[in-house]
T-cell receptor, first 113, second 110 residues
Framework: GAGVSQTPSNKVTEKGKYVELRCDPI?????LYWYRQSLGQGPEFLIY????????DSGLPNDRFFAVRPEGSVSTLKIQRTERGDSAVYLC???????????FGQGTRLTVV | QKEVEQNSGPLSVPEGAIASLNCTYS??????FFWYRQYSGKSPELIMS????GDKEDGRFTAQLNKASQYVSLLIRDSQPSDSATYLC??????????FGSGTKLNVKP
């Protein structure tokens, strides 16, 4: 595909459950970002990967959140023991390298009930 | 102080007018700046990037950067109803993450 692909588009889960959100970046893009966006707000930084390593995870709100990118391409954001406050749109973006333009996927809308 | 500040709007302009959107940022060492457009219920779409002081034009869009004043703006000429969206300013100060403003909602009235 030409763009960043995120799955699922929507996820409804019960409080306390575990969820995984997947991001497939643009082919060849080494930088990958996860953001979270709540209604009426701008995207909030969660984590940045350069290749396989998490270069900056300072935005992860707590230890329930974890992300991996084992082969330097697809990334998975994992949320344990979900809480209602985790409900938001989770956005993934990729760019050819750091400090260049980033392109977003369509997002995953997570609803915790 | 937030890293990126934008007026939330809404900014209303008539069709055909120039829309002017503004953004200030706090980190003086920032090197790259971006404008994204976001339609309701959709993800952000990159429309402009700017890296050096001055103006950069792309079709009806002009981005302006003034690093001394820590100020970025976006001008939309000949505004169309299809330009109605939220415009997000993004700044990359540390080469590893983008900080976004909360966005300015633009309404272009036919």
């Amino acid at each position: 595909g030409a763009g960043v692909s995120q799955t699922p588009s929507n996820k409804v889960t019960e409080k306390g459950k575990y969820v995984e959100l997947r991001c497939d970046p643009i082919s060849g893009h080494t930088a990958l970002y996860w953001y979270r966006q709540s209604l009426g707000q701008g995207p909030e930084f969660l984590i940045y990967f350069q290749g396989t390593g998490a270069a900056d995870d300072s935005g992860l709100p707590n230890d329930r959140f974890f992300a991996v990118r084992p082969e330097g391409s697809v990334s998975t954001l994992k949320i344990q023991r979900t809480e209602r406050g985790d409900s938001a749109v989770y956005l993934c973006a990729s760019s050819p390298s750091q400090n260049t333009e980033a392109f977003f996927g369509q997002g995953t809308r997570l609803t915790v009930v | 102080q937030k890293e990126v500040e934008q007026n939330s709007g809404p900014l209303s302009v008539p069709e055909g007018a120039i829309a002017s959107l503004n953004c200030t940022y706090s980190d003086r060492g920032s090197q790259s700046f971006f404008w994204y457009r976001q339609y309701s219920g959709k993800s952000p779409e990159l429309i402009m990037s700017i890296y050096s002081n001055g103006d950069k034009e792309d079709g009806r869009f002009t981005a302006q950067l003034n690093k001394a004043s820590q100020y970025v703006s976006l001008l939309i000429r000949d505004s169309q109803p299809s330009d109605s969206a939220t415009y997000l300013c993004a700044v990359n100060p540390f080469f590893n993450k983008f900080y976004f403003g909360s966005g300015t909602k633009l309404n272009v009235k036919p």
